[in-house]
């Protein structure tokens, strides 16, 4: 048998470092399972250009990059049941025939986005889209340790989708609501429960001049993002900076504690540096000294090494967490998704260490962090205990793909 080809698909660009971490967390599983013995397609939805330059930068030999743009192309005559979910989906309307070139008979598909099946962004009609054209070239596609549903918020769309993910060769998910709502829909002759595969991502140290600031000992991570506007002062970018820097304020003075501003995102869409530079901007007075923001240069394996210098880390965006708790740094979600709270109840067994948006004032956050300071031993060594079982399950995914590779 000639090596596997896997298609990982699904992803934005690496200014997204948690679409990084899960392609650095992936690489480790399938090193881990195969050896050297793969190869790997990374399809990113990006211009061209972004991604040209995305791969002028790559550090890993195994990793060929194509872009995904999906302009529209000749369409096959439709089925009736196709037909009547393009209606819902319009899955008529798009091709990907930039990566026929990468479907050959060795080839498996990845859907890496770990969130891209759920409705936080609208319907996932795209990466169902691309699912079906993968099908029509005969490539089995995995569900990759992904966050799924609930869907019954789009009635209309629910059985499609649903019926949808049943196509898939098999479904890896990260957290326990995931699979519980796909064992509850009947999906369970292929639904498996694993972890995010970003836990398996090893750090790599930066340079003091990458960082751009000194990291103190003992300092407090903290990552807001733009994006959480929409969900903590109804979109208003003015109101949530000034949040920003309240919270920032607070933190400060409550736990006596410098703050690293940490961006994990620098996107062009959704660009945390920019707001968190606007966010330390708007406090430099009141916290002079006390407050610095880290680059905007920083790969996901170095933003990693920086998160686990902290001794206590609050994110807004999911891999940043992932990068603090996956270190065994006590760690604070400010959620805005079913995925941050998944994550929370599969790992601490509670919400303690999870705070919805409505529950975001200052207070409540430099409360809460102070007291995750007061009692750092003990989360850090709970954390411990359950991040060896953490990575297997992510390592149990490897094993799961390798019998989808040895199907006819």
Not at 26 to 38: K, N, P
Not at 39 to 62: C, H, K, M, N, Y
Not at 106 to 111: R, Y
Not at 156 to 161: E, L, S
Request: glycine letters at 8%.
């Amino acid at each position: 048998m000639n090596s596997p080809h896997f298609l990982l698909v699904g992803n934005g660009p690496y200014s997204n470092r948690g679409c990084e971490a899960i392609v650095r967390g992936t690489m480790a599983l399938l090193r881990h399972e195969f050896g050297t013995q793969f190869r790997v397609t990374l399809g990113t939805f990006e211009s061209p250009a972004i991604v040209a330059e995305q791969a002028s930068r790559e550090t890993d030999p195994l990793i060929t990059h194509v872009a995904l743009r999906g302009p529209a192309g000749p369409r096959p005559a439709p089925s009736r049941w196709r037909r009547k979910l393009a209606q819902v989906l319009r899955l008529d309307r798009v091709a990907y025939d930039m990566l026929d070139p990468y479907c050959d008979g060795q080839t498996v598909a990845l859907q890496v986005g770990g969130d891209n099946f759920t409705l936080d962004y609208g319907r996932p009609v795209q990466f169902m889209q691309l699912d079906a054209y993968l099908r029509r070239r005969a490539v089995p596609v995995v569900l990759w340790g992904a966050s799924v549903g609930p869907f019954e918020a789009d009635p209309a769309f629910a059985p499609a989708i649903l019926a949808h993910l049943g196509t898939l060769a098999a479904l890896l998910v990260r957290e326990s609501d995931s699979f519980d709502y796909l064992i509850q829909h009947g999906l369970t002759d292929r639904v498996h429960r694993v972890s995010d595969p970003a836990f398996l991502m090893a750090p790599v140290q930066p340079t003091a001049e990458q960082i751009g600031c000194v990291v103190p000992d003992g300092a407090i991570g903290l990552n807001l993002s733009p994006l959480m506007a929409t969900y903590v002062t109804a979109g208003n970018m003015d109101a949530w900076v000034r949040l920003g820097a309240d919270i920032v304020q607070d933190v400060v003075a409550t736990t006596s504690r410098d703050v690293v501003l940490i961006p994990h995102v620098t996107w062009s869409k959704s660009n945390d540096h920019a707001f968190l530079g606007q966010v330390a901007q708007a406090c430099a007075r009141v916290v002079a000294g006390r407050v610095c923001c880290v680059g905007d240069r920083l790969s996901a394996a170095e933003t990693k090494a920086v998160i686990a210098r902290c001794a206590v880390f609050a994110g807004a965006r999911t891999h940043a967490t992932i990068a603090a708790i996956s270190s065994g740094v006590p760690t604070l979600s400010l959620a805005y998704s079913r995925k941050a709270r998944g994550l929370n109840q599969d790992i601490f067994g509670s919400q303690d260490y999870c705070l919805q948006p409505g529950e975001l004032s200052p207070a409540r956050i430099a409360g809460r962090l102070k007291a995750m300071v007061d009692t750092r031993s003990a989360i850090a060594g709970h954390l411990a205990q359950v991040l060896p079982g953490i990575r297997k399950r992510a390592l149990l995914g490897g094993s799961i793909l390798r019998q989808v590779v040895r199907k006819p």
